[in-house]
């Protein structure tokens, strides 16, 4: 069942859980994360990066996702994560997507704020929530280096929530993009300032590879969505590894239904610390 980005936190608000939001640049994403979710019977978000653009053009994979949603037992938001250009956002929007976020975290306090409220005047027209960014995390979406976290301030937050009218809010709080290479230390109370002021549902970046008692108790702070995909893609690669040093193998769909398994038994660990089952 196909539903929107706002209904899909409110479930999360009302059950003080948090909503899974995945990567699926492919199909075996696709199926990895709605059967994980539909045999939890748990709402969950499957999202497309710019970055998959090479091996999964938007134009291509967006009908799939959206065509997934539509027939999962479960109630599933389709968003665009990391948008920065608004004719991508269109095309998401024109596509189907119920969900988006418009990312201006690089950008001056000014323009983002500007840009964003530019995205939530043009979902207006459609089934479709925003998420919006302040502040920047340690690494930016891929790996490339942001020149460090700016932390997000709790005042800043609440005028630009207000003045943006936006329906998510993904605070920097210490969470980086990608595979950690030391445990992160998470500034919570900073999460739980920023629910209290801003009276939003929060979005942990970056959720892949935290903690489940920082997962916990981030998610009785006020985060409302997690967004996990580098280490359920990971589980994928070491499956395929695995397989290949002990069989001989000759098919690749063999691989690709090896690494899905896999992504399905990792992302239902991450859905059921994320529902607090
Ligand atoms: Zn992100």
Avoid: W
């Amino acid at each position: 069942m196909l539903v929107n980005l706002v209904e899909i936190l409110k479930m999360a608000e009302e059950r003080k859980s948090a909503a899974g939001a995945f990567n699926t640049p492919n199909l075996e994403c696709i199926h990895a994360v709605l059967h994980a979710a539909e045999r939890l019977n748990v709402p969950v978000i499957i999202s497309h990066a710019e970055l998959h653009e090479p091996a999964a053009p938007l134009a291509e994979i967006g009908p799939v996702m959206v065509e997934a949603a539509k027939h999962a037992k479960v109630p599933v938001c389709v968003h665009l994560d990391h948008c920065e250009t608004f004719s991508y956002m269109q095309q998401a929007l024109d596509i189907g997507f119920t969900g988006v976020m418009y990312d201006g975290s690089v950008l001056p306090y000014e323009e983002n704020l500007a840009n964003t409220r530019k995205a939530v005047a043009m979902v207006k027209h459609y089934n479709c929530g925003v998420e919006a960014e302040l502040g920047a995390l340690a690494s930016r979406e891929g790996g490339a280096s942001s020149g460090g976290p700016v932390y997000t301030d709790p005042d800043q937050a609440e005028a630009f929530c207000r003045e943006t009218g936006i329906d998510a809010l993904a605070p920097s709080f210490g969470t980086a993009h990608g595979i950690y290479k030391s445990r992160p230390v998470l500034d919570l109370d900073r999460v739980k300032t920023i629910a209290e002021k801003t009276g939003l549902p929060l979005v942990m970046h970056g959720g892949s590879g935290v903690s489940p008692e920082d997962y916990r108790a981030g998610i009785r702070n006020g985060l409302r969505k997690i967004n996990y995909y580098s280490y359920m893609a990971r589980a994928g690669v070491n499956a395929v590894r695995e397989l290949l040093e002990k069989e001989d193998v000759t098919f690749f769909h063999d691989l690709a239904l090896a690494a899905e398994k896999a992504m399905e038994a990792d992302a239902e660990k991450a859905m059921r610390v994320f529902a607090g089952m």
